[in-house]
Each structure stands twice: as structure tokens, then as C-alpha cells.
């Protein structure tokens, strides 16, 4: 698991305990986290700075994280 997915799912599992508002702040926070790393990845990716394969295993874990935290923002809403 790279660094990165480590630290979002970090991130998750202390959205788990508090109040509602609170873990809905924290996936949110977690959320634009991983929307950075993708926004970044694609850039370095873009520019050569990165190989395709590091880019390719660093979106799909941002893709299965992000999809995590949709789910459990919708948990929280109903």
C-alpha cells in the first residue's frame, strides 16, 4: 500500500468516531485530500515527473478511497 492510500485510510478511520458533523467534516477534508493527489499525480504524471505506473496505482487507490468516502457520506445523510 503506498504512503498516500496509508494516509487516507488514516483519515477514515478517525472520521469513525464523533459527532455526525464531525465525521462529515473529516471524509470532506479526506475527500479533498485525495482530490489533490489526483490533481496532483496527473500534473507530475503529465510533465514525465512520475512513471505511468506510479501515476495509474496512485488513481486507482484515490478512485477505490474516494468511492469509500462517498459511501459513507451517504450512510451519514439518510
Known amino acids: 500500500m503506498s504512503r498516500t492510500a496509508l494516509v487516507a485510510v488514516l483519515l477514515v478511520l ?6 455526525p458533523n464531525e465525521q462529515v467534516r473529516k471524509l470532506h477534508e479526506t475527500q479533498q485530500s485525495w ?9 507530475l504524471w503529465r510533465s514525465g515527473a512520475v512513471p505511468a ?3 495509474r496505482q496512485t488513481l486507482e487507490a484515490a478512485s477505490q478511497e474516494l468511492e469509500k ?3 459513507k457520506l451517504e450512510q451519514l445523510s439518510q
Do not use: F, H, N, Q
Request: proline letters at 0%.
Open 53 to 55: 505506473i506510479y501515476a
Open 14 to 19: 478517525v472520521a469513525c468516531g464523533g459527532s
Open 69 to 71: 468516502v462517498r459511501r
Open 35 to 43: 482530490d489533490e493527489t489526483t490533481r496532483l499525480t496527473t500534473e
